[in-house]
């Protein structure tokens, strides 16, 4: 798949011509909702490319003259690095239904696309099992409510988990040459499974990974 990525209005004060534009988490909960989508179909995707890495679009840094930050999107393809070299494992959500695409229904409607009915739930997710420990990354979609995340591993259990999260309380919320540590990674924190099942809050917006060794 060629050319992922959101496109919005270019940054002011840049070239109209140029695609520059700036990088928020709501950029980052969106990579994530496509990285798992593409994770969740690896049987059928063997590629897929980001639109552009620098700048331009959704892109993983900006650069001005000699200074370089690294935006949300960046943060994402991070959380999401321990996925590379797994093995996909079915992620099943069973959380409320936030929207039903009835806005991009009216939009295709209008302008006679065929739309195909999908469902964005609270919570998105994928995960992947490397030397005998499972990844699972998901995203609360819901820009202003928390939700609670009940994991339930359908073999095993669940040890030595470590929980890293990528949030900030406002959706909009993007990293400047001026502040470039606005959004970042949170510190690892240790979590405690019962039995086969791992509750944990995800804040509103927010994407968290969840690791842990499978006994």
């Given at each position: ?34 990285l798992d989508l593409f994770h969740n179909h690896a049987d059928k995707l063997f590629m897929a490319n980001i639109a552009q890495l620098i700048n331009v679009l959704q892109a ?62 609270a919570v998105h997710g994928s995960a992947s099992i490397k030397d005998n420990k499972l990844c699972v990354t998901v ?77």
């Open positions: 798949m060629d050319e992922w990525g959101s496109w919005h209005p270019v940054e002011k004060g840049k070239p109209t011509g140029g695609l520059y534009q700036q990088n928020t988490m709501r950029d980052a909960c969106v990579a994530t909702l496509t993983l840094l900006l650069v001005e003259d000699d200074k370089c930050i690294k935006t949300p999107t960046y943060h994402v393809f991070n959380l999401y690095r321990p996925h590379k070299g797994g093995q996909a494992v079915r992620f099943v959500s069973a959380a409320e239904t936030v929207s039903d695409g009835e806005a991009s229904k009216d939009f295709c409607r209008t302008n006679y696309l065929d739309k195909q009915p999908f469902e964005l739930r995203v609360n979609t819901h820009p202003s409510h928390p939700v609670e995340l009940d994991l339930d591993i359908h073999q095993g259990r669940l040890s030595e988990i470590e929980f890293v999260s990528l949030y900030h309380e406002d959706i909009h919320a993007h990293n400047t040459f001026d502040k470039p540590d606005v959004v970042q990674l949170s510190s690892p924190k240790s979590l405690e499974a019962h039995g086969k099942e791992l509750r944990v809050t995800l804040p509103a917006g927010s994407i968290c990974r969840i690791m842990g060794k499978l006994t």
